[in-house]
Structures are given as structure tokens and as C-alpha cells.
């Protein structure tokens, strides 16, 4: 018998909360952008990137005023 969902009830074990089963080992650590190292040269192209978009845009808006 199927649910709304398609999982089909027949396989899924029965639960038993007193035996609950842990993983074998931990889950790999997830690294995010924000935390993830970065070096000078990255930092230093960032800005190179934000100042040429800055020239564009404003210098851009200038030139056709």
C-alpha cells in the first residue's frame, strides 16, 4: 500500500525507540564559504573586481549624463 508520496509503508523497518541503532561513524564536517580560509591574492582580486565594477557602473552613468 502507497501514501500520498509514493514511499511505500512495507519498506520501512519498524521503528523501536528503545533500540535505536547510532551510525557507524560521524558524518563528514561540512565547510561553508564563509568559514573557509582564503589567501591575499584572493582578497586582492576582490577588490579588483569590486573596483572595475565601481568604475563601470558610475563611470558609465557620468559618460551619458
Excluded: K
Excluded at 541503532?21 to 582578497?43: K, Y
Excluded at 586582492?44 to 552613468?61: C, N, P, Y
Amino acid at each position: 500500500m502507497s501514501d500520498d508520496h509514493g514511499h511505500e509503508e512495507d519498506n520501512r523497518p519498524e521503528y523501536d525507540p528503545e533500540h535505536v541503532e547510532l551510525p557507524e561513524q560521524e558524518p563528514p564536517l561540512r565547510s561553508t564559504a564563509p568559514q573557509s580560509d582564503f589567501t591575499m591574492g584572493q582578497v586582492s582580486r576582490g577588490i579588483a573586481v569590486t573596483l572595475a565594477g565601481l568604475v563601470i557602473v558610475f563611470g558609465l552613468a557620468l559618460v551619458l549624463v
